[in-house]
C-alpha cells in the first residue's frame, strides 16, 4: 500500500496539479485552448518528438522493439474491443467507439509526462516512441475506422500529412541513423521547445478536462472502462514478455498501455458521430479514475 501511495503522490499527483492549473484557467477564465493546442501540434510535440529520438542513444533493436510494442498494443486492444461488443451485442456505432477509446491511449501528456518523472530522461526517450508510434496509427488507422470506409483513403493520407510529428520522427530517424551533425544552435534551440511541450500539454489536458461534463451509459462505460483501465496493463505486460522487452523499455511501454483513452478521441467521436457524448464522459471518467489504476500496476508489476 505504502508503494502505490508513493507511485500516486510522487510520480502521478504532479500531472494532475499541473493540470488543474489549467483546468482553473478554463473554468475561471474561460481561455480558448485552441492556439495552445495548435502550437503543441505543430510546434512543440515535434520539437519533443525530434530532439528525443535524436539525443536518445538508444539501440537500433531497441527502437524497433518499442515501436512494435506500440503497433501489436493498439492492434490487440482493438481486437479485443471489437470481440466485447460483439458478445455485449452493442449497436454498430457503440462498438466502433469502444474500439477508438480502448486502441488509443493518451501516451502524451500525461503517459510521457508520468514517464519522465518517474525514470528521468531516459523514460522519457522511451515514452516517446510510444507516442509518435501509436499517433501515427491513430492518424491513420484510427480515422480509418472511426469512418469505416466512409472517408476516402486519400482523404486520411492528407490529414497525417499534415501532422508535422510525422516529419519530426522520420527526419529524427535518418539524423539518428546516419549520425547526421546538426549545428548547435538549431539543436538546442528544437531542445527548448521540446521541453515547452510537456507543461503546455499538460494545461491543455486541464482545460479539456474542465469542458467534459457528460455521461455516459453504464452499460457502454463499464466494458471500456474496465479494457482500458483493467485489461491495458495486461495486455501490455503480454506482449512485452512476448516482444522480449526489458528494463526501462518494458516498465515505460507498459505504463503506456495502462493509460485512459486520448482525449482526440472525442474529436473522432464528434467528426464521425460515434457517441459524442459518451465518448466524452469515458474519457473523463477513466482519467480521473487512472492514478489509482495506474499506481496499482505499477506497484504490482514492478514497473
Known sequence: MADIIFVLTQNILPIFVVAGFGFAL?????????????????????????????????????????????????????????????????????????????????????GMTLNQLRYGDPGLVRAVVYYTT??????????????MGKMPWRTALRRLLRFPAVYAAVLAIIVYSFQIPLPVPLLRGIEVAGAGAIPV?????????ADLKTVASLRFALPA???????????????????????????????????????????????????PTAVTSIVLLSTLLSPLTIATA??????
Not at 528525443?52 to 474491443?81: H, I, R, T
Not at 501509436?134 to 469512418?147: A, E, N
Not at 505499477?298 to 514497473?303: D, E, G, H, P, Q
Request: glycine share 10%; proline share 4%; charged share 10%.
Open 26 to 110: 478554463q473554468r475561471w477564465l474561460g481561455v480558448d485552448k485552441r492556439p495552445l493546442s495548435t502550437i503543441v501540434l505543430n510546434v512543440l510535440s515535434p520539437c519533443l518528438v525530434f530532439s528525443s529520438l535524436v539525443g536518445s542513444q538508444l539501440p537500433g533493436d531497441e527502437l524497433a522493439s518499442l515501436a512494435l510494442f506500440a503497433v501489436s498494443n493498439v492492434l490487440l486492444m482493438g481486437s479485443v474491443a471489437y470481440l466485447a461488443g460483439r458478445v455485449l451485442r452493442l449497436p454498430r456505432r457503440q462498438t466502433i467507439a469502444l474500439m477508438v477509446v480502448t486502441m488509443f491511449v493518451n501516451g502524451g501528456n500525461y
Open 134 to 147: 501509436s499517433t501515427i496509427m491513430l492518424y491513420t488507422i484510427g480515422i480509418f475506422i472511426s469512418s
Open 201 to 209: 500539454m499538460l494545461l491543455v489536458l486541464g482545460m479539456q478536462l
Open 225 to 275: 472502462l474496465g479494457l482500458r483501465l483493467l485489461l491495458g496493463p495486461l495486455v501490455g505486460l503480454l506482449l512485452a514478455t512476448l516482444i522480449g522487452l526489458s528494463g526501462l523499455g518494458r516498465s515505460t511501454s507498459i505504463i503506456e498501455a495502462s493509460m485512459p483513452p486520448a482525449v482526440f478521441t472525442i474529436i473522432l467521436a464528434t467528426e464521425f458521430d460515434l457517441e
Open 298 to 303: 505499477i506497484t504490482l508489476l514492478n514497473l
